[in-house]
């Protein structure tokens, strides 16, 4: 009897790690050669190229063993700031995007473009690019993601893919900041390198 599945993609193989299996020692031993022992002069370069993400070299190192791309993008969720976002967090979050080099900003949000324009006036203009989300029609909740997930998804989904493609970034060299489920789908079925919290990201 075949046992049950356990996920999308699972073939049903042995497991990877087994007490005394072959598989699971050599993924062990991969994994210690590629992860924990990596030349000083690798974790300096990846240290260094962390910072200028703006992350910590925990959060960029697997990102750059899982996908082997080198990160070139940010992608901020900026849809949860109200349309009249106090001065303080907007400068937190500018005084944070002043810091990052050699990477290319960009925005997502649902709100107006005075936003991205406050925050490209306090960083000399940081953010390349914005993609525009629909906004919920009047009288409806303003959690778009309450409605279809199709629907939800595609109309959020879009508007990400072509601001990428208009700069000819791969999905997979851009990292997601936001937070929330909206934030998580869009950088799941885009297939971006990975999600990070704006609320950590901007601590």
């Not at 598989?23 to 990846?46: F, K, L, Q, S, T």
């Not at 990102?63 to 990160?71: A, C, F, M, N, P």
């Not at 953010?127 to 989300?133: E, K, S």
Request: with cysteine; glycine share 8%; charged share 25%.
């Amino acid at each position: 009897m075949t046992p049950p599945s356990t996920g999308i993609g699972h073939n049903q193989g042995p497991p990877l790690i087994g007490a005394g299996s072959w598989a699971g020692y050599c993924w062990r031993r991969a994994r210690r050669e590629v992860w924990d022992n990596p030349p000083v002069e690798v974790i300096r370069r990846r240290k260094r190229r962390a910072e200028e993400l703006g992350l910590s070299y925990a959060q960029y190192a697997p990102i750059l063993l899982d996908k082997g791309v080198r990160t070139e993008a940010l992608v901020f969720d900026l849809s949860g700031l109200s349309e009249r976002a106090p001065a303080a967090p907007l400068e937190r979050m500018a005084a944070k995007l002043r810091t990052l080099r050699h990477c290319t900003v960009f925005a997502a949000t649902t709100e107006a473009a005075h936003l991205v324009d406050d925050l490209n006036a306090r960083t000399g203009g940081i953010i390349a690019d914005c993609a525009r989300f629909p906004r919920p029609p009047a009288g409806r909740r303003r959690d778009p993601w309450a409605r279809p997930p199709r629907l939800a998804l595609d109309a959020f989904l879009q508007p990400v893919l072509g601001m990428l493609a208009r700069h000819a970034v791969a999905p997979a060299a851009a990292v997601m900041i936001g937070d929330g489920v909206g934030a998580e789908r869009i950088a799941e079925s885009a297939r971006l390198a990975r999600v990070f919290g704006a609320a950590d990201y901007f601590q």
